[in-house]
């Protein structure tokens, strides 16, 4: 029993890692209907960019902070300058174009931070809760990942400018006639994913260890998990986040040998999808004939 | 004979010695070898995965540099021509091919990887090019039976699993062993040699392993899965980033096995360090290599000499990262065997004088330790030691240990 | 036959109807053009140049296949390097383990990887935008995975050495030469098929499925049937490529198939052109050439200027170099 709740529980910390790149995931394509690929390799480079100020002797919520608005800016730069070209290009160009993004900052982050594993600071403390099962850093990680929910919940339930964005991404000629900037929206909707993106990194890297690569895996995860809670859900993806945590766990452990882990696991979740083909929390994709 | 004969004759005779004398002097080449020049090509991953050992590759190249800048080899400078395969066996191929075929090299040297070796090893031997010093310690790389051009150079997985398995024997005989390892070739070489290094008592004393993948994010499970078992000693093979990892997670756990940590992983600063100095005491390792961060070390004439080092050539490196250090015994080993042919640069003379290294000793290996090889015996390095960390410094125990490691 | 062979070859190609000429002397002299300067190539070159080229085709086989699913079906497949995977594993099983003649492991691998493209198709019709995505996606990465687990078949983390490849005696061609030439019969009789497909019922079906799924399914079309077929005849070839390129490269592991592969062939696909023909020759030249090129251009960072590259094609041509093209030549007439 003991066992089954210490994997559970490493389940659920691994899971709000998974979750808080999904909900960045989920922020891309509510404001763009794209599955961005490079979000993973975006956060990385966030997180050495936040790494580079700590060296250079900030403390760390200041580098955190300046983080965070140099992400969001570049974040919409990006939109602006790398996706507006292919939006309204045939879909495959998109997905090319993100590719290409992601393997733009990788190189560059292995060339300019070098390929060697780094460890990086954490605000929270190492301490073992729960009579060892998780650390006051696992916590942490579910505290903020929760909080960033909230957060997105609330932004796009009770703003204005939430409200403009779900309306330019889901009717974006409607939503000019109504006078809403379209191109800022979207924009603004690369800025806080790469943002969001940002904290997940400089979150999970404490536990991950900071290296060029170290989003690559989890990236697969948490597209899963995002699709699994339903791609436009914000909530479904931390729930979705979650769940692939816990299951990948669960199944390493008593299903079948860790050298199957991740077939198993992503054969399960796409089994979840097959019954409902858009998420657990998703809503269907309907089109007019 | 009148003087002017006599002199005549002297000087056709000085002419024709003189002539063989340069023909023999400007040296017997193969092909990317000349007065001038020796071409080396590599491949190393500087991309994907496996690219944290990329930098092996870099100080390679950097060591090449200052051997250049002395005045090279024999007055003959080194070509070091070094592609990314990105850990890739088809794009390992296609490049050996290159740098054989179009580059013309002399020989491959410290080529990374079994998969990408293990594609490239029939090409090499067929076309009796020398694959030199390969950069992976599978057990494979010393048959010089079967592949008379290839060879190894670190300490193979099996002599260092042979030698913790003789520690658990002989000092924890009613061990119950858990295994975590990484999911390739490097992961199950060592189980298998641990098993193998047991014996029959291997099935009984193994209780459990649990592998992982390199795009796992953590190795949490893993660990938890194998306090489970009940086991008191854990052996874990683990590149550097889910050793600090798996230290950590058997600590917090509470957890406290008697750990074996495989040598890839144990450099202070980038493992121990990162998964907490107080959480790895205790833990034992083999090595055959002083790691730079290692306090016991840092005030030596051999460390200060590769410090000079890293910091006028190989300076995008880092002065805590092992690799930097292997590297560079790496190339100190090619040189001598460079050296050693002289003016006979040969892909059959450089193969010769490979396999005829004695007693060898480099700066950066531990002191007792050398590198011997010979026709039947393409292991350079045979030798580790145990060592145990005690929170800030590796202490070495035990005597220098040979394995053979097949 | 070869008429209408040279036809669907210039017609993929975009080279129609163009200039002066008549329309179907063009399409001869063009077609025949390219196969003879094709057979003359491997000769010009080094041997290394030969070995490249053949591995072009290869890829180029593969990326008809995903071709066929992504550009005239619509579906996005992320998976397929998986079963370039399956096909190389196949041949090199065969190969290895029960002394097949290499030239025989290709059928079971095509019809192997039909039968896992079908199987694979059947729950991708629940599945649409990034949801099929994601299943394709699966595949990719669980490959390595299963290809280390069976280790009794696939010989695990170890991977398998092949025979060297002897060319049969008497047409004194080397090893690499011999190569070129099966992979080329391989890629003429594959770019016949696709085009037939593509050009005959079945691709205006699939078009229509892709364009228009509800008002093709309203037509009477068998939207699951075709859009199953085209999974198992895109898997089909990719399989056929993959088993190619085992006999070829001489070794197969898990490493050789990691998710960059996948990836590699939506870039290749893209780039080319995903619903062309010739689109395909493109793309196996942009998979196999650009990395080397970007590793000259920058050793530092060679993975950056790749991704740039791909960038600057989808600004520059998104409906990839032979789409654009086309489409260009389109209006010029």
Sequence with gaps: ?289 | MTVKQSLVTGLSAAGVILSIGLAYGAGQYGPGASDTEIKIGNTMPYSGPASAYGVIGKSAGAYFAMVNDQGGINGRKINFISRDDGYSPPKTVELVRQLVEQDQVLLLFLTLGTPPNTAIRPYLNDNKVPQLFVATGANKWNDPKHYPWTMGWLPSYGTESHIYASHILKNLPNAKVAVLYQNDDFGKDYLNGLRDGLGDKADKMIVASQSYETTDPTVDSQVAALQGSGADVLLTVAVPKFAAQSIRKVYDIGWKPTQFLTSVSNSVALVMKAAGLEKGVGVISATYIKDPTDPQWQGTPEYKDWLAWMQKYNSSSSTADVEAVIGYSYAQTMVAVLKACGDNLTRDNVMKQAANLHNLTLPMLLPGITISTGPDDYAPIKQMQLQKFDGTTWKLFGDIVSGSGS | MMKGFTVAVADGLGIGRYAGLRIGAWRWIGALALIALAAALPFAVSKYHAFELTMVMIYAIALLGLNILTGYNGQISLGHGGFFAAGAYTAAILMHRYGVPYWATVPPAALICFALGVLFGLPALRFEGPYLALVTLAMAVATPQLLKYFDSWTGGQQGINLVKVQPPPGLSLDHDRWLYFLVFAVLLIAIRVAANIVHGRTGRALVAIRDHPIAAAAMGIPTARYKTMAFGISTLFTGVAGALSAIVIGYVAPESFSLFLSLSFLVGSAVGGIATIGGAIVGGAFIEFVPNLANDISDAAPWAVYGLAMLLLMYVMPRGVVGSLARWLDRQT
């Design chain 1, 1 to 289: 029993m003991h066992q089954l709740s210490q994997q559970i529980f490493s389940g659920l910390a691994a899971g709000a890692i998974y979750a808080s790149l999904a909900l960045a995931l989920v922020m891309i394509y509510r404001s763009t209907e794209l599955v961005n690929f490079a979000q993973g390799e975006m956060a990385m480079f966030s997180t050495y960019v936040a790494a580079t100020l700590v060296d250079a002797g900030l403390p760390f919520w200041v580098a955190f902070l300046v983080t965070l608005l140099v992400s969001f800016l570049a974040g919409m730069a990006i939109e602006r300058v790398v996706i507006r070209p292919v939006e309204n290009a045939p879909a495959l160009a998109a997905v090319v174009v993100c590719i290409g993004l992601l393997l733009i900052f990788n190189s560059l982050a292995g060339w300019i931070f070098t390929y060697t594993v780094r460890d990086f600071p954490s605000p929270f403390p190492d301490r073992p809760v729960l009579g060892a099962l998780m650390t006051t850093r696992d916590l942490g990680v579910i505290g903020v990942t929760l909080v960033m929910l909230l957060m997105l919940f609330a932004f796009f339930r009770f703003t204005a400018t939430g409200l403009a964005m779900r309306a330019a991404a889901q009717n974006p000629d409607s939503a000019r006639l109504c006078g809403i900037p379209v191109g800022r929206m979207l924009a603004i909707g690369w800025g806080l994913a790469a943002a969001i993106g940002a904290t997940a990194g400089i979150m999970v890297a404490p536990v991950l260890f900071l290296d060029p690569n170290m989003m690559g895996g989890v990236l697969l995860y948490a597209f899963a998990g995002a699709l699994l809670g339903g791609i436009t859900s914000p909530v479904g993806a931390v729930v979705g986040g979650l769940i692939v945590g816990v299951t990948e766990n669960v199944v390493g452990t008593y299903l079948i040998a860790s050298q199957l882990k991740l077939t198993v696991a992503l054969a399960l979740i796409i089994l979840v999808l097959v019954l409902r083909p858009n998420g657990l929390f998703g809503t269907a994709i309907v089109r007019r004939v």
